[in-house]
């Protein structure tokens, strides 16, 4: 490319914009001092995503060789807005970076199991069937970049993001009018800076119910998976429960998947089948009951013969050439007013029995035009949470999706599809979680164990390795049945511990789970986070797909592959303590070889940390009297002269600041709190062993002397 002739200059704080001349390839270079810091090299334009090519740009903005108009402002300090309006369909732009800079984003699917998306090019739809994982389908139009800085997409309609070229990220989307945002972080290597300006101008997660993080359990065969007594669906749910209650493993809640209705399908005449649902109202009331939220498959889909199809087909709802002889189950187009009302008020039959979510599937299989996906599936989801929320009110509900778009974000939480059951599956399903977070989907879960299986699909070390990493995950699902339950043959009673150990763990967790879900509303940086968002400093973690900062304190590093074993890396800055012995101290910039049994997971707390725990949502607790509790653990070391956390207060629907102070030169340690809604105790490790202390309901201090730090 020539070089750049500069006729514009505007001061951006510390940041210049420079604009390509005229008669030259339009193009927008911002710069720190004399150095480079974006290069968006050209604005592209054509009559076909294949045909764009660079715009010139007269003085005025105009395009001078296709036509149209470009413009661009500040919204903020580090936010800038480009417009381009062009007379050719198809408008993108094209960024340039150093050939040894990495990107990320746009899509949950880990192509060639990395989390970044090198030699990808694809869509912004949905995936399909893939390795490792199929239908792993959230996705966003934004991408960023260690060039260090990120860039957003604001539109719905299709496109497609190229990056096969090494330095160079392209898009081109299928409109003539697009809107697009330049990010630039708060200070260098703030790559969480970029995704909280990201998310404030897409959309931010809806905190969800207490009931929503799991451990949730369903099956995909309830209607025919009997044991002992059972003879229907019903009565199916029931024997779960019973073996949760008797072996006392938490659970939060359940959904039916399909099939549970009459009909096609199963789905469309907006009921349960009463042959294996013979009382579905007081079915739903006594699982609530029990302690136990339910949802219901749904997806728009008309399945031929339905209500849902025929009153399609009456009101001319389908798209054109898609009907029920030809597509299993066409999409209506919710585009259409008429359309949409009709379903948002037909789903009411389920609110009214009881429901309190959706599990939402589908909106990438062939039912509608693939340029309408985006569209139709943000309708979809918008009209799942209207009616929700007409009954049970914001945030008193759970749904989730395995199809959806950032603007999506606010209505529906992801799952990631149909993992294989087996280790690759359950590597793909780590680092699709990774990136679900980098682009902003904090509520993230899997099935654990994998839904794609085999006769003997999954094997106790893989559902046990699994188990672990749901654990450690923003939501614990885990799907039973078709002779793939842990109390029943061929499991053994090893696996039922690791389950009750590992769910136990998660609803002890929660406090902490659910502080860093409240802080994803209202930043958009997710709990489920890439290494680097961490340790921007240290280079040698922006590739690592197998291992995840659990908010700013854990560092969790799933075993992915049979046999027990694996290496973990600890990022550079900060020691780490082994969770669970807390005894093993690790530097960081080293590396561990770690064999661990069935029962354990590589888990370490960062030096400095406070981890909220306890026992905060009865769920399933009826063994014994459940009551309330916090146990806030802290972790002192005199190398983190200060840390903060920030423990949501549901009562209050605020944070609560913990603050611990570590004085090294008087070997004291002061932690501070505010009014945390619960009764609590905090427990501060040592070598000297555990301190434990009372907390005052209404805040205060403690003071600890003479106290030896785990970490030196």
Not at 594 to 606: G, I, K, Q, S
Not at 658 to 675: F, H, P, R
Request: glycine share 8%; aromatic share 16%.
């Amino acid at each position: 490319m020539d070089q750049i002739l500069i006729f514009l200059i505007v001061a951006l704080g510390l940041f210049h914009i420079v604009v390509a001349a005229p008669e030259r390839p339009f193009s927008i270079v911002i710069k720190n001092g004399n150095g480079l810091v974006v290069n968006n090299s050209a604005v592209l334009t054509g009559s076909s995503n294949i045909s764009a090519e660079p715009v010139i740009a007269s003085p005025s903005g105009s395009i001078v060789n296709h036509g149209g108009q470009i413009t661009y402002h500040r919204l903020k300090p580090n936010v800038i807005q480009v417009q381009v309006a062009a007379k050719l369909p198809n408008v993108g732009a094209r960024f340039t970076v150093s050939s040894d800079d990495l990107f990320y984003g746009v899509w949950e699917y880990p192509f060639f199991d990395q989390i970044t998306n090198t030699n990808v090019m694809f869509e912004i739809k949905g995936v399909g069937n893939a390795d490792g994982v199929n239908w792993s389908n959230a996705r966003a139009p934004f991408f960023l970049t260690t060039a260090g800085y990120g860039v957003y997409v604001d539109t719905l309609q299709m496109g497609s993001f190229d990056f096969k070229r090494p330095g160079e990220a392209q898009f081109i989307f299928y409109t003539n009018s697009l809107v697009y945002y330049i990010i630039l972080p708060s200070s260098p290597g703030d790559y969480k800076s970029i995704i909280q300006e990201y998310t404030a101008l897409s959309s931010r997660i809806e905190m969800p119910p207490d009931s929503a993080y799991g451990p949730t359990f369903w099956s995909d065969d309830f209607e025919e998976d009997f044991h002992g007594s059972v003879s229907n669906a019903q009565e199916n749910y029931y024997d779960v429960i019973n073996h949760l209650y008797y072996n006392e493993i938490r659970a939060t809640a359940m959904f039916a998947d399909r099939p549970y209705g009459t009909g096609n399908m199963s789905f469309g005449n907006f009921d349960f089948d009463p042959v294996f649902y013979p009382t579905p109202a007081q079915f739903i009331a006594n699982l609530s009951a029990y302690g136990f939220d339910l949802q219901v498959w749904v997806a728009n889909r008309a399945f031929l013969d339905t209500e849902l199809y025929n009153e399609s087909v009456a009101g001319d709802w389908l798209f054109p050439g898609y009907t029920g002889e030809n597509f299993l189950g066409p999409a209506l187009n919710l585009s259409i007013p008429a359309a949409y009302s009709y379903f948002k008020n037909r789903l009411s039959a389920f609110t009214d029995l009881g429901v309190k979510g959706y599990k939402i599937d589908r909106g990438e299989e062939g039912e509608m035009p693939v340029d309408e996906q985006n569209i139709q599936m943000t309708l979809f989801e918008q009209l799942c949470y209207e009616n929700m929320v007409s009954k049970w009110g914001e945030s008193n509900f759970y749904t989730f999706a395995r199809s959806a778009v950032d603007r999506s974000r606010s209505r529906t939480a992801i799952w990631n599809g149909d993992s294989h059951s087996n280790f690759s599956g359950l590597a793909y399903s780590v680092a699709s979680g990774i990136r679900s977070g980098l682009i902003g989907f904090s509520q993230w879960g899997v099935d654990c164990g994998g839904y794609v299986r085999g006769v003997n699909d999954p094997t106790e070390e893989l559902w046990a390795r699994w188990m672990h990493f749901s654990t450690f995950s923003p939501a614990y699902e885990i799907m039973v049945g078709t002779n793939h339950t842990p109390w029943y043959p061929p499991y053994t009673d090893r696996l039922v511990s690791i389950l009750k150990q590992s769910a136990n763990l998660h609803t002890a967790l929660l406090p902490y789970i659910r502080s860093y879900t409240y802080q994803a509303t209202q930043t958009g940086i997710p709990l489920m986070r890439a290494l680097f968002l961490e340790h921007p400093q240290d280079p040698k973690v922006y590739t690592i797909t197998d291992s995840y900062a659990f908010g700013e304190e854990f560092l969790v590093a799933p075993i992915v592959n049979e046999g027990g074993s694996r290496e973990v890396y600890f990022p550079s800055g900060y020691s780490y303590l082994e969770y669970f012995n807390k005894t093993d101290v690790y530097q960081g910039g080293t590396t561990h070889s770690a064999f661990l049994e069935w029962e354990y997971v590589p888990v370490y707390v960062r030096e400095g940390a406070i981890i909220p725990t306890g026992d905060i949502y009865e769920g399933n607790f009826k063994w014994s009297k459940w009551e309330p509790y916090l146990e806030i653990q802290a972790f002192p070391s005199y190398n983190v002269p200060e840390s903060q956390f920030e423990y949501y207060n549901a009562a209050k629907n605020a944070a609560v600041k913990i603050t611990m102070v570590a004085n090294a030169k008087q070997q004291s340690l002061v932690i501070t709190y505010g009014k945390l809604g619960t009764p609590a105790t905090m427990i501060v490790y040592g070598k000297n062993g555990e301190v434990n202390a009372k907390l005052n309901a209404q805040g205060g201090s403690v003071t600890l002397r003479n106290f030896h730090s785990l970490f030196g």
